[in-house]
Structure formats: structure tokens, C-alpha cells
């Protein structure tokens, strides 16, 4: 059994998403962001950074004692790890995969995010956008995003998947961080043909949509719009017939 600590996030939905994939058996603890549940002490001994996600493992491969493990690329790395799936075997197979995948831990999740994060949930960084400072600041986040996006439609019009020519792990990590696209600077995906091909695949996915579903209670107390932005509520009637198989 694994314990997973998550809220309504976009690296929680990786590790959510990776374990339905993965058809673990786990338990799901929300610890309300808004509410600083992250720093309890009981969550800081299992994550010094007091941030979501974080797993622990009670029946760890190979036996022994429980294993903690945070940073969302981390867990879904354990977790592919632990059951021999969503890596491709072969070294230039493995070597795209490890490409793209780092390539969205550490590029596409941080522009995407950033941007979400800067302008729309945490007040930390809420800029004004009527000053010159805050709009250089919003304009800067919202174009390094578009960018990204543009990026990973670039790399799906050469492979159907993120990792290669298989569902991957990439593609585990990639799809938490594409869902809130309307938060992100992307009010349409008519200029990404391949990023909507790829995107609707995935979010017919019964994983992805158990993996997103975790979590969303009703309690969040985001503002309405905000929570149905997040989620990219309504994205079927986006979808072209025909377009994902
Ligand atoms: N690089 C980390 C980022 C984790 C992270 O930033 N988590 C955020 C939510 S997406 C969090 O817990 N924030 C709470 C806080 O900073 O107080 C990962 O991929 O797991």
C-alpha cells in the first residue's frame, strides 16, 4: 500500500495519474495548500520542503521498511521503477525517453507553471499588472509558456507520444502540467494541432481522469471559474471529431 499526499495540483496530478497507470494500491491524503497543511510537522518530516506531492511506500520493492519519496519526477520515476512499466527498454528508446521526460520535469512544467502560479493562485506572486514592472513580469511568464506549448506541439508532430512512439512515462508527466492551459496563456489549441491531438488522447484516458478526479471535493475554495479554468472544464466540446483515437 502507498500513501500519497496531494492536493489539486499539477505535479500531484502526475503521481495520481502515474499510479492509476500503474494500477497501485494507495491511499489518497488532500493536504489543503490554502489552508498550510503542507508545513504540519507530520508532512515536514516526510518532505523538508513542506510541499505536495510526496509518497511513502509501506511494501517497498525488494522488502524492508517504508520509503518516503518527494518531487513529483521522482515519485513517478520510483513508481515506474517499482513495477517495470512506462520506460522503454532499448538504448535509443530510452535515451529519446529520458530526453523528453527531463525535458518536461525540468523546462516544460517550470515555464507552464510559473506562469499559472505567478498570476493566478498564489498571492505570493499576484503582480500588478497596472504597473510597468507587472505587466514586463506577466508578459515575460505568459510568452515563456506559449513558447513551451508551441514546443510540445513541435516535438508531437514527430513522434504520437512525448517519450517516442509509445505512451510513456512522458507523457504521465506532461499531461498534469498541460491540463490547466487556460491559466497558462492558451486560450485555444486551433494553432496546436498536434498538442490537441495528444491532448484529447490523453484526457480520454480512465487514468488521467481518475488521476485529475483526486482531491476535487467541492472544498477548495477557489473561486468557481478559477477551479473550472484549472481543470479545463468543458475541453470535449473543444474536441474534433475524429481527431484522437
Ligand atoms: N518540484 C516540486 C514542486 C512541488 C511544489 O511546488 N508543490 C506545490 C504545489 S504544486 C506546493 O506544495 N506548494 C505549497 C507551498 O509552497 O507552500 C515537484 O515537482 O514535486
Same mark, same amino acid.
Given at each position: 500500500m502507498i500513501d500519497f499526499y496531494g492536493f489539486i495540483t499539477t505535479m500531484s496530478?502526475?503521481?495520481?495519474?502515474? =499510479?492509476? !497507470? %500503474?494500477? =497501485?494500491?494507495? #491511499?489518497f491524503h488532500s493536504l489543503h495548500l490554502g489552508r498550510g497543511e503542507q508545513r504540519a510537522p507530520e508532512h515536514a518530516a516526510?518532505? &523538508?520542503?513542506? +510541499?505536495? &506531492?510526496?509518497?511513502? /511506500?509501506?511494501? &517497498? +520493492?525488494?522488502?524492508?521498511?517504508?520509503?518516503?519519496? *518527494?518531487e513529483s519526477g521522482g515519485i513517478i520515476l520510483y513508481l515506474a521503477e517499482k513495477t517495470d512499466r512506462l520506460i522503454p527498454t532499448g538504448t535509443r528508446e530510452r535515451a529519446e525517453f529520458w530526453t523528453w521526460f527531463f525535458w518536461i520535469i525540468a523546462s516544460y512544467g517550470q515555464d507552464v507553471g510559473l506562469c499559472g502560479a505567478a498570476f493566478h493562485r498564489d498571492p505570493r506572486y499576484r503582480l500588478d499588472k497596472q504597473t510597468d514592472y507587472g505587466r514586463t513580469t506577466y508578459e515575460f511568464f505568459t510568452e515563456a509558456s506559449i513558447a513551451a506549448h508551441h +514546443? %510540445? /506541439?513541435?516535438? %508531437? $508532430? !514527430?513522434? !504520437?507520444?512525448?517519450?517516442?512512439? !509509445? *505512451?510513456? %512515462?512522458? /507523457?504521465?508527466? $506532461?499531461i498534469g502540467s498541460t491540463v490547466p492551459l487556460r491559466l497558462h496563456g492558451i486560450e485555444s489549441l486551433d494553432g496546436l494541432p498536434n498538442l490537441a491531438r495528444w491532448y484529447e488522447q490523453m484526457r480520454k484516458r480512465p487514468a488521467v481522469a481518475k488521476g485529475l478526479a483526486?482531491? #476535487? /471535493?467541492? #472544498?477548495?475554495? =477557489?473561486p468557481a471559474d478559477y477551479e473550472a479554468a484549472l481543470f479545463d472544464d468543458g475541453w470535449e466540446t473543444r474536441a474534433k471529431p475524429g481527431r484522437a483515437s
Open positions: 496530478w502526475r503521481v495520481g495519474i502515474a =499510479l492509476e !497507470e %500503474l494500477g =497501485l494500491a494507495y #491511499r516526510r518532505n &523538508p520542503m513542506q +510541499k505536495v &506531492p510526496v509518497i511513502v /511506500d509501506h511494501a &517497498p +520493492k525488494g522488502g524492508g521498511t517504508g520509503i518516503t519519496v *518527494f +514546443k %510540445l /506541439d513541435a516535438r %508531437l $508532430a !514527430e513522434r !504520437e507520444y512525448v517519450g517516442g512512439r !509509445e *505512451f510513456s %512515462l512522458a /507523457d504521465v508527466a $506532461a483526486l482531491g #476535487r /471535493d467541492g #472544498r477548495s475554495g =477557489l
